[in-house]
């Protein structure tokens, strides 16, 4: 079989959203917080998934961010745009905006809430694939919507040319070589992503291109020189940074609340001047000492 090159890989960041308060967005953080990744030679960018709160980001808070980090890029990178949602007319309704605005693709989680088997959750790609007018990114995100995209639905959905490969943050490995071997057997011009920043390696190791990792927003050049590292072959230099994502992952313990990841990105960019820990879900905020802790894991780590 002839090896095409994915569409997407690297290190992709989900972009974290600044914000002022839980409706208005901080406009200028976000433009630090693009440069930042982009200065530490980021692959692309992914808004409006997990790490950026998308699902509770008022309407046009998300188009803002779609809107405002597209300009800011300048075609630099790909930016690539969650619009996963409970409703279908709104998750094409955000995917047609984003076209507008310059995107390079859209990444969908299936609806949240009510759970589906395998059969309507095939339903329900087939029908959003129907209306995209931009290329799909497949999010399998079980720990939010409740449902594992199996591999063998992605099997089936890889006769559809829309789709241009998937995202995986389920942190079952099983499922991502499942993942992988569709790609290899079916689909070889697909991107296969990985979601949990500490697996990088192993599932680089399985066929995967690149993470879509939380902790780039903070360190991104870490993340960028660990792919390098892993795509030559260079196992040493790989442990070492290997290392460093793994202290990096010490950020996501000092909350201890569901949401801490997502606190704990904010509170690192927050102590490098990026933007404020203001976030849209309802988690915990931290007292002065998790502040401390998040610092000093911060300049420990080094970005």
């Given at each position: 079989?002839?090896?095409?090159?994915?569409?997407?890989?690297?290190?992709?960041?989900?972009?974290?959203?600044p914000l002022v308060d839980r409706d208005t967005l901080d406009i200028a953080g976000l433009e630090r917080l693009v440069e930042h990744?982009?200065?530490?030679?980021?692959?692309?960018?992914?808004?409006?998934?997990?790490?950026?709160?998308?699902?509770?980001?008022?309407?046009?808070?998300?188009?803002?961010?779609?809107?405002?980090?597209?300009?800011?890029?300048?075609?630099?990178?790909?930016?690539?745009?969650?619009?996963?949602?409970?409703v279908l007319s709104d998750s094409l309704a955000l995917a047609r905006f984003s076209a507008e605005s310059g995107a390079a693709a859209?990444?969908?989680?299936?609806?949240?809430?009510?759970?589906?088997?395998?059969?309507?959750?095939?339903?329900w790609c087939r029908s959003l694939v129907a209306g995209l007018p931009l290329p799909l990114v497949?999010?399998?995100?079980?720990e939010m919507v409740k449902v594992?995209?199996?591999?063998?639905?992605?099997?089936?959905?890889?006769?559809?040319?829309?789709?241009?490969?998937?995202k995986d943050s389920g942190g079952d490995l099983e499922t991502f070589a499942g993942y992988s071997k569709v790609v290899r057997e079916a689909r070889?011009?697909?991107?296969?992503?990985?979601?949990?920043?500490?697996?990088?390696p192993q599932a680089h190791a399985l066929g995967g291109h690149g993470g879509v990792c939380g902790g780039a927003n903070v360190c991104p050049r870490v993340f960028v020189d660990l792919q390098a590292a892993l795509e030559r072959g260079d196992e040493a230099r790989a442990a070492g940074l290997q290392q460093k994502v793994l202290?990096?992952?010490?950020?996501?313990?000092?909350?201890?609340?569901?949401?801490?990841?997502i606190v704990g990105v904010k509170g690192a960019l927050a102590a490098l001047g990026i933007c404020s820990d203001v976030t849209a879900a309802?988690?915990?905020?931290?007292?002065?000492?998790?502040?401390?802790?998040?610092a000093a894991i911060v300049t420990e780590i080094g970005t």
């Open positions: 079989m002839t090896l095409v090159a994915p569409r997407f890989h690297g290190i992709i960041p989900p972009l974290a959203t990744v982009l200065a530490g030679g980021v692959h692309g960018l992914f808004v409006l998934g997990t790490t950026g709160e998308g699902p509770m980001l008022p309407p046009a808070v998300r188009r803002a961010v779609v809107e405002r980090t597209i300009e800011q890029v300048a075609g630099r990178v790909p930016v690539l745009v969650g619009i996963s949602d409970t859209v990444v969908a989680a299936p609806p949240y809430y009510f759970p589906a088997g395998q059969e309507p959750l095939e339903r497949l999010y399998n995100m079980p594992v995209l199996g591999p063998e639905l992605v099997r089936r959905l890889a006769d559809s040319q829309r789709i241009v490969g998937i070889p011009d697909w991107s296969l992503l990985i979601g949990p920043e500490q697996m990088l202290a990096l992952g010490r950020l996501y313990s000092v909350g201890t609340e569901p949401g801490r990841v309802w988690f915990e905020q931290l007292d002065a000492d998790h502040k401390a802790r998040i």
